[in-house]
């Protein structure tokens, strides 16, 4: 179909941002069927199922069965609200973040700041007092913000003096950009969505540690795009040698004529030379000899 032949066209031909962006919007789509489905067949099991195995859990136990959470996460949203906000910031950042760092450190910098936030949203339910009404249930995290934290914040540290330029407001450094959006979603209103909140902490936090190593020399992204580049290499299909043969354009007949007449000329110049010797034949039929000798050795 030519709708899957453009989406594997914009995926495949995108930058890293384009890519990132559209797998939060796959993934959205998905876990927007399994309610349909659930509504359709009045079980809700469906959609909890699907965020179930998508989100991470702030069990332990339940996070080492499903490890493959870290990741899946932070492409897992809900509510059109969520990923409507989420994706603004991230292509805002990140294009700003592209013009100062090459794909494979965007890539970086979104998967372990969400990893990040991760482990700070389960290590703070299983930890803090305020979290022990929760003891023996597990509250599902899922949302691309700790991963959009990171990149905000990682560009923000990076070039605080970039300006941009807001509707009502003119012309903004980004530094009080990241700033606002940090208090305004990690710190206001703490008791709300406190485990979400404390994600985002963990996201900044990825976000400041990467630049401020990067200035030191230190790439903490390195290992993870190594890993990821020895991945697609594997799964990239290889190119098949094909051997091909030439196919003779002439046929048994032409062949076997050009080859007889080959011999007459030969036998022709053997027969001249037994009659009148080597000096009787013309220069031409001496190198024609020559050549001849020549294949045979």
């Keep these: 179909m030519d709708f899957?032949?453009?989406?594997?066209?914009?995926?495949?031909?995108?930058?890293?941002?384009r890519r990132l962006i559209i797998i939060n919007i796959a993934v959205f789509v998905l876990v927007t069927i399994s309610g349909i489905i659930g509504f359709l067949l009045v079980n809700p099991a469906v959609p909890e199922t699907t965020i179930g195995i998508l989100s991470v859990p702030s069990s332990f136990i339940l996070l080492l069965k499903r490890p493959w959470t870290l990741?899946?996460?932070?492409?897992t949203h809900k509510d059109i609200l969520h990923i409507?906000?989420?994706?603004?910031?991230?292509?805002?950042?990140g294009k700003i973040f592209l013009e100062y760092f090459d794909q494979k450190k965007l890539t970086a910098v979104y998967i372990l700041g969400g990893i990040t936030g991760a482990l700070a949203y389960v290590i703070s339910y299983n930890t803090f007092p305020a979290f022990r009404e929760f003891a023996g249930t597990s509250i599902?995290?899922?949302g691309a913000s700790a991963s959009v934290m990171a990149v905000v914040v990682a560009i923000a540290v990076y070039v605080p003096d970039y300006t941009v330029l807001l509707f009502f407001f003119g012309q903004i450094k980004?530094?009080?950009?990241?700033?606002?959006?940090?208090l305004l979603t990690s710190m206001a209103d703490f008791s709300v969505n406190s485990g979400g909140k404390l994600a985002h902490i963990g996201g900044a936090l990825f976000g400041y540690l990467y630049v401020v190593s990067y200035r030191q020399g230190k790439d903490l992204?390195?290992?993870l795009n190594i890993i990821l580049d020895s991945v697609v290499t594997l799964l990239r299909p290889r190119n098949r040698l094909r051997v091909t043969y030439k196919k003779n354009t002439?046929?048994?007949r032409e062949y076997n004529r050009m080859k007889a007449e080959h011999q007459a000329r030969i036998n022709e110049i053997l027969d001249k030379?037994?009659?009148?010797g080597y000096d009787s034949l013309t220069r031409e039929e001496k190198d024609f000899l020559f050549n001849e000798s020549q294949k045979k050795n």
Excluded at 4 to 17: N, P, Q
Excluded at 84 to 93: H, I, P
Excluded at 174 to 182: M, P, T
Excluded at 273 to 276: A, D, E, F, R, T
Aim: overall charge positive; charged content about 20%; proline content about 2%.
């Design 71 to 75: 990741i899946t996460y932070m492409f």
């Design 273 to 276: 030379i037994s009659k009148g």
């Design 250 to 252: 002439r046929d048994d």
């Design 84 to 93: 409507a906000v989420n994706l603004l910031w991230l292509y805002w950042f």
């Design 174 to 182: 980004i530094k009080y950009i990241a700033l606002v959006i940090f």
């Design 140 to 142: 599902p995290l899922l």
């Design 4 to 17: 899957r032949r453009d989406i594997k066209a914009l995926f495949t031909k995108g930058t890293i941002l």
């Design 221 to 223: 992204g390195k290992w």
